[in-house]
Nanobody, 118 residues
Framework: QVRVVESGGGLVQPGGSLKLSCAASGSISVVYDMGWYRQAPNLRELVATITNSGETTYAESMKERFTISRDNAKNTVYLQMNNLKPEDTDVYYC?????????????WGQGTRVTVSS
């Protein structure tokens, strides 16, 4: 059984920073790419992804303010969010593509809420 658990959300003022974490655990053979998404109305949109070799992709609107990183030894991915804006308020979800022998599939966390407000 695999668990993907996010943490680090909360309330922050505009211009502030937060760092989200997401850890995968369980009967894992390999963790491939990991990513962060957020739940816009009627759409789960990409924030950033990172491969297990460290290659990253970002949504264009967030690449200047957000940084994704990972610790492969801990099967953990992070999202450093700086200069947060009210429009960044959302539930942020972690996705991990995981091999649980012999299958490979995406696992999602339950989400962590980020609220940017004064």
């Amino acid at each position: 059984q695999v668990r993907v658990v996010e943490s680090g959300g909360g309330l922050v003022q505009p211009g502030g920073s937060l760092k989200l974490s997401c850890a995968a655990s369980g009967s894992i053979s390999v963790v491939y790419d990991m990513g962060w998404y957020r739940q816009a109305p009627n759409l789960r949109e990409l924030v950033a992804t990172i491969t297990n070799s460290g290659e990253t992709t970002y949504a264009e609107s967030m690449k200047e303010r957000f940084t994704i990183s990972r610790d492969n030894a801990k099967n953990t991915v992070y999202l450093q969010m700086n200069n947060l804006k009210p429009e960044d308020t959302d539930v942020y979800y972690c996705r991990a593509r995981i091999r649980v022998f012999p299958n490979i599939r995406d696992y999602w966390g339950q989400g962590t809420r980020v609220t940017v407000s004064s």
